[in-house]
């Protein structure tokens, strides 16, 4: 390999900006045993989308920073992560693998020191605040909400980047020698056999999932929808996050009073972005929205609000019971394991399921076993 960019804390960092060098650091990677993975992405926040702005990989001693803007096929690195013979160690790796998976990459063979951390009863899981109890290191988080998509990157912004991998075989290594003290590798396998299964797939009705505070009527929805879109399409036109061209309030004001004409509310709100106060957009959005309320007066659409995708919680003397049953043993799961990993366990939404049906589900094997012993030492028939 070439000379790396930068030593940091004694081990080599290379800066990987061309199909060559990727090749090059593949054919390194692939031979060893483990590698820490991490990635930095824009998700909506300085850029349009969910875009990956660089991948940093380490051995326990080289250190890998791939631009993934120059080097276009990164299928190379994908099959090394695919490659189930390779341990992949990562910190918190939900939104890495959705990202990994939205690329075509399903990595297998992973371990989650975050995951690692609530077995160990850890009360605060950042990859910071382990190094620093397990290890003795402190790490400069900074350049942590930094601008990922800025090219040239800056020296702070690679260190920090490298920094995220270069200690997580030493982690890893530090964590599982403790969990498997506690017997609890069989825990940590099938919860990271189950990050294997993250799998990004589209979002049906993307415009029902903003969070708006208060619930919409049919007839808003209905209107919401054209909105959207224009918006959206104006969002990735311009690369620029959906909500800094109409924010969640400013799209609350239009759908409350949609009828009236948008002059006011489109040069008069706050939340809308410079570049929509054109006469142009005015009268496309206006014919958007005159369009929308025709049709849905047309389907007679209502104007009111829809049931609640939530059943209405039971209260009654035998929900009530069950519910009580749950929560002896999620106490005493607490008193043995701690009150971080007893939601591994036994969480909340457990507890709910089971005092409005009666039925107990436990999908984790490991867990269900846990619960349906400890409720058989307390003598309660589940």
């Not at 940093?56 to 695919?82: N, R």
């Not at 209260?315 to 043995?336: D, H, Y």
């Amino acid at each position: 390999m070439k000379e790396p960019a930068f030593v940091l804390e004694g081990k080599p960092v290379h800066v990987v900006e061309s199909a060559e060098a990727l090749q090059t650091a593949v054919n390194h990677l692939a031979q060893k045993p483990e590698l820490a993975l991490d990635l930095e992405f824009d998700q909506h926040h300085y850029t349009y989308g969910f875009n990956l702005c660089l991948i940093q990989i380490s051995d326990g001693h080289d250190c890998f920073l791939i631009d993934p803007l120059p080097v276009q096929d990164l299928q190379p690195l994908w099959d090394v992560l695919e490659n189930p013979a390779i341990v992949k160690i990562f910190h918190h790796a939900n939104n890495d693998l959705m990202l990994l998976s939205m690329l075509g990459c399903q990595v297998r063979n992973i371990v989650d020191t975050a995951v690692a951390a609530k077995i160990l009863n850890y009360a605060k899981a950042s990859l910071g605040n382990l190094l620093e109890e397990e290890l003795g290191l402190r790490l400069d988080k900074s350049q942590q909400m930094s601008n990922w998509n800025q090219r040239p990157l800056s020296k702070r912004q690679m260190e920090y980047a490298a920094q995220d991998v270069l200690y997580l075989h030493e982690l890893k290594k530090a964590m599982v020698s403790k969990i498997e003290e506690l017997d609890r590798m069989h825990w940590l396998k099938e919860e990271d056999q189950l990050l294997e299964e993250i799998t990004f797939t589209e979002q049906a009705d993307p415009h029902l999932k903003i969070k708006f505070p208060q619930r919409l009527t049919y007839f808003q929805q209905f209107i919401l929808k054209p909105i959207y879109d224009f918006r959206d399409q104006l969002a990735q036109k311009w690369n620029l996050p959906a909500g800094q061209v109409i924010n969640t309030s400013a799209l609350m004001e239009l759908l409350n009073k949609p009828e009236q004409g948008i002059n006011e509310w489109l040069y008069h709100t706050r939340g809308i972005h410079g570049r929509l106060q054109q006469e142009r957009f005015e009268q496309q959005l206006q014919r958007i929205i005159n369009g929308a309320m025709q049709e849905a007066k047309k389907r007679q659409i209502p104007n009111r609000v829809p049931p609640s995708s939530f059943p209405p919680r039971l209260k009654t003397p035998e929900t009530e019971a069950r519910k009580e049953q749950l929560c002896v043993v999620q106490k005493a799961l607490i008193e043995k394991y701690g009150a971080y990993t007893t939601p591994m366990l036994l969480d909340q939404s457990i507890i709910t399921h089971y005092s409005q049906t009666g039925e107990l589900v436990v999908n984790k094997n490991y867990a269900r076993e846990i619960v349906l012993a400890t409720a058989k030492e307390l003598d309660v028939k589940l």
